[in-house]
């Protein structure tokens, strides 16, 4: 089945045809005032950027989507979740105090930040599904019991999952702490001959299973929950997992996940990709890298599989702004990181009925 993709590129000379404006008008084109019925608490499910990171989602955009839910009845509420690893958004007062420092105040986007799993990231719904992996999956509470909800993604690298998108962010996003550990299961492994004793790793992990010995960094796999923390800041990239073994599976565990958020709900749910800024790292990082491409537009579906894959293709369509990228490389996420598999969440997520990868895309 050919799923609709709603499509605004970044060409701007009037007012009428600003960022929000085009913004307005995809929301539109979703029919929210279908999917959203007066009254619904609506969650708006974003990710606010980890401290230090600055091309997270634009609050000013994000506000566009505040006033449509408004103007279509709903209570919205802006929500993501806690962290397994160490950093700005570990427990829900640390998150809030982030998205408001980032420009996610009520003041100005027109709606409260609500955590949706917690002060620590232990309320969670359970949701059976016919996984692979799991047949129960276990959903942020108020993810799950909002009646209605506006997922938000800024579309971007990722150093697991090759590109995050509407799939991960429902997915890692839209899971409680024990979800997230779900989804991770595995331990991190160090060559020594890389490491070069710089301690990092051992500061940022959650766990403590990670020390300094001889001066090379180890692992205590029994403590390790697999948060990749430590994959993220070591500067000589001695730390990963086996990747030959563990990239399928874990990609297939978050796709179940994206899975277990909208099920039975498939048609309260509409999701907004935003190409912009789309740089390699997750927004996790505490830092923002340069894009690996430029701004290519704003897109939006109720089919979260559709928009994900039309959001690759226009990202491997265009010209790379890298001066050390192959121009013939064919996916410019594999290109960066040679190790992961971003298309299983697509081809998964079709298999598990999330969506469709065929799509047609409708320029407004």
Not at 176 to 204: E, M, N, S, Y
């Amino acid at each position: 089945m050919t799923a609709t993709v709603y499509y605004a590129d970044m060409h701007c000379r009037s007012h009428e045809r600003s960022k929000r404006a085009k913004l307005a008008l995809l929301c539109d084109a979703l029919g929210l005032k279908k999917i959203i019925k007066k009254n619904d608490l609506t969650a708006i499910k974003l990710h606010f950027g980890e401290f230090g990171n600055d091309t997270h989602l634009n609050p000013s955009l994000v506000r566009q989507v505040v006033d449509k839910i408004s103007e279509a009845g709903g209570k919205p509420f802006l929500t993501d979740t806690t962290t397994l690893y160490s950093g700005s958004r570990k427990n829900a007062v640390d998150h809030i105090n982030t998205a408001i420092s980032h420009g996610f105040a009520p003041s100005v986007v027109g709606a409260p930040v609500i955590i949706a799993d917690g002060l620590f990231g232990e309320n969670d719904v359970p949701v059976r599904i016919r996984g692979k992996h799991f047949k129960e999956v276990h959903i942020a509470t108020e993810i799950r019991r909002a009646p209605a909800m506006v997922v938000l993604s800024h579309f971007k690298g990722h150093e697991m999952a090759g590109f995050g998108g509407a799939i991960k962010n429902l997915a890692m996003g839209g899971a409680a702490v024990r979800g997230k550990r779900d989804q991770h299961d595995t331990h991190v492994q160090i060559a020594p001959d890389q490491c070069v004793g710089c301690g990092k790793c051992v500061k940022v992990c959650p766990q403590k299973a990670l020390a300094l010995a001889d001066g090379k960094s180890v692992v205590d796999i029994r403590r390790c929950i697999g948060c990749f923390e430590c994959i993220t800041v070591c500067p000589t990239k001695a730390i990963s997992i086996d990747w030959a073994t563990e990239m399928a599976p874990f990609m297939e565990r978050m796709t179940e996940y994206a899975y277990g958020a909208v099920k039975g709900r498939e048609k309260r749910i509409c999701y907004i990709n935003f190409l912009m800024n789309i740089t390699p790292d997750c927004d996790c990082a505490a830092w923002s890298d340069l894009p690996l491409v430029p701004d290519l537009g704003i897109l939006a579906s109720t089919d979260p599989v559709a928009l994900d894959q039309a959001c690759l293709d226009l990202v491997n369509a265009a010209p790379s702004l890298s001066p050390k990228a192959d121009p013939a490389a064919p996916d410019k996420f594999t290109a960066r990181w040679p190790h992961t598999l971003g298309t299983i969440q697509l081809a998964y997520g079709e298999e598990l009925g999330l969506g469709s990868r065929q799509y047609s895309l409708k320029k407004i």
